[in-house]
Nanobody, 117 residues
Framework: QVRLAESGGGSVQAGGSLNLSCTGSGDNFERYSMGWFRQAPGKERVFVVTTGWSGTAIAESVKGRATVSRDNDQATLSLQMSSLKFEDTAVYFC????????????WGQGIQVTVCT
Protein backbone atom coordinates (compact mmCIF):
# COMPACT_ATOMS: atom_id res chain seq x y z
CA GLN A 1 0.00 0.00 0.00
CA VAL A 2 0.95 3.61 -0.44
CA ARG A 3 0.53 6.53 1.93
CA LEU A 4 -0.29 9.94 0.50
CA ALA A 5 0.17 13.46 1.81
CA GLU A 6 -0.94 16.70 0.16
CA SER A 7 0.69 20.09 0.50
CA GLY A 8 0.51 23.53 -1.06
CA GLY A 9 -3.06 24.53 -0.31
CA GLY A 10 -4.25 27.81 1.10
CA SER A 11 -6.08 30.98 0.13
CA VAL A 12 -5.72 32.70 -3.23
CA GLN A 13 -7.49 35.52 -5.00
CA ALA A 14 -9.83 34.84 -7.88
CA GLY A 15 -7.86 34.82 -11.10
CA GLY A 16 -4.74 33.65 -9.33
CA SER A 17 -2.87 30.38 -9.43
CA LEU A 18 -1.91 27.59 -7.09
CA ASN A 19 0.31 24.55 -7.03
CA LEU A 20 -0.60 21.46 -5.07
CA SER A 21 1.74 18.58 -4.39
CA CYS A 22 1.12 15.01 -3.31
CA THR A 23 3.90 12.85 -1.94
CA GLY A 24 3.68 9.08 -1.78
CA SER A 25 5.52 6.76 0.53
CA GLY A 26 5.57 3.12 1.53
CA ASP A 27 5.41 1.57 -1.93
CA ASN A 28 6.68 1.85 -5.46
CA PHE A 29 4.99 4.95 -6.84
CA GLU A 30 5.10 3.59 -10.38
CA ARG A 31 2.60 0.87 -9.51
CA TYR A 32 -0.23 3.34 -9.11
CA SER A 33 -2.54 5.43 -11.17
CA MET A 34 -2.90 8.80 -9.52
CA GLY A 35 -5.51 11.49 -9.33
CA TRP A 36 -6.70 14.71 -7.77
CA PHE A 37 -10.27 15.01 -6.51
CA ARG A 38 -12.10 17.79 -4.73
CA GLN A 39 -15.14 18.25 -2.57
CA ALA A 40 -16.85 21.57 -2.01
CA PRO A 41 -19.06 22.12 1.06
CA GLY A 42 -22.32 20.25 0.64
CA LYS A 43 -21.23 18.87 -2.71
CA GLU A 44 -20.25 15.49 -4.08
CA ARG A 45 -16.57 14.63 -4.33
CA VAL A 46 -15.56 14.83 -7.97
CA PHE A 47 -12.44 14.16 -9.95
CA VAL A 48 -10.24 16.99 -11.13
CA VAL A 49 -7.49 15.15 -13.00
CA THR A 50 -6.30 11.57 -13.23
CA THR A 51 -3.26 10.03 -14.84
CA GLY A 52 -2.38 6.40 -15.36
CA TRP A 53 -2.22 3.60 -17.87
CA SER A 54 -5.22 4.94 -19.78
CA GLY A 55 -3.70 8.39 -20.11
CA THR A 56 -4.63 11.69 -18.54
CA ALA A 57 -8.17 12.86 -17.95
CA ILE A 58 -9.15 16.40 -17.01
CA ALA A 59 -12.51 17.48 -15.70
CA GLU A 60 -14.43 19.86 -17.92
CA SER A 61 -14.71 22.31 -15.04
CA VAL A 62 -10.94 22.86 -14.99
CA LYS A 63 -10.01 22.12 -18.59
CA GLY A 64 -7.56 24.70 -19.85
CA ARG A 65 -6.81 25.80 -16.30
CA ALA A 66 -5.21 22.70 -14.79
CA THR A 67 -2.08 20.68 -15.46
CA VAL A 68 -1.05 17.47 -13.74
CA SER A 69 2.44 16.04 -13.62
CA ARG A 70 4.18 13.25 -11.76
CA ASP A 71 7.71 12.38 -10.82
CA ASN A 72 7.95 8.69 -10.04
CA ASP A 73 11.53 8.92 -8.78
CA GLN A 74 10.49 11.55 -6.24
CA ALA A 75 7.11 9.89 -5.71
CA THR A 76 5.25 13.14 -6.25
CA LEU A 77 2.12 14.19 -8.08
CA SER A 78 1.56 17.88 -8.79
CA LEU A 79 -1.45 19.93 -9.78
CA GLN A 80 -1.05 23.40 -11.23
CA MET A 81 -4.19 25.51 -11.55
CA SER A 82 -4.63 28.99 -12.92
CA SER A 83 -7.44 31.48 -13.45
CA LEU A 84 -8.95 30.30 -10.22
CA LYS A 85 -12.63 30.84 -9.60
CA PHE A 86 -14.62 31.00 -6.40
CA GLU A 87 -16.18 27.71 -7.50
CA ASP A 88 -12.76 26.05 -7.20
CA THR A 89 -13.00 26.41 -3.43
CA ALA A 90 -12.92 22.89 -2.01
CA VAL A 91 -10.95 20.34 -0.09
CA TYR A 92 -8.58 18.73 -2.56
CA PHE A 93 -7.61 15.08 -2.19
CA CYS A 94 -4.79 13.10 -3.70
CA UNK A 95 -5.73 9.53 -4.56
CA UNK A 96 -4.05 6.40 -5.82
CA UNK A 97 -5.03 3.00 -7.09
CA UNK A 98 -3.30 0.01 -8.55
CA UNK A 99 -3.64 0.09 -12.30
CA UNK A 100 -5.65 -3.13 -12.32
CA UNK A 101 -8.11 -1.80 -9.75
CA UNK A 102 -11.38 -0.11 -10.62
CA UNK A 103 -11.69 1.88 -7.40
CA UNK A 104 -9.57 4.59 -5.83
CA UNK A 105 -8.41 2.85 -2.69
CA UNK A 106 -5.78 5.13 -1.21
CA TRP A 107 -6.37 8.73 -0.22
CA GLY A 108 -4.54 11.61 1.33
CA GLN A 109 -6.04 13.54 4.21
CA GLY A 110 -7.18 16.39 2.00
CA ILE A 111 -6.08 20.01 1.85
CA GLN A 112 -8.18 23.17 1.78
CA VAL A 113 -8.12 25.53 -1.17
CA THR A 114 -10.05 28.77 -0.75
CA VAL A 115 -10.51 31.21 -3.61
CA CYS A 116 -11.39 34.72 -2.47
CA THR A 117 -13.52 37.05 -4.57
Amino acid sequence: QVRLAESGGGSVQAGGSLNLSCTGSGDNFERYSMGWFRQAPGKERVFVVTTGWSGTAIAESVKGRATVSRDNDQATLSLQMSSLKFEDTAVYFCAAKLKISSSWEYWGQGIQVTVCT
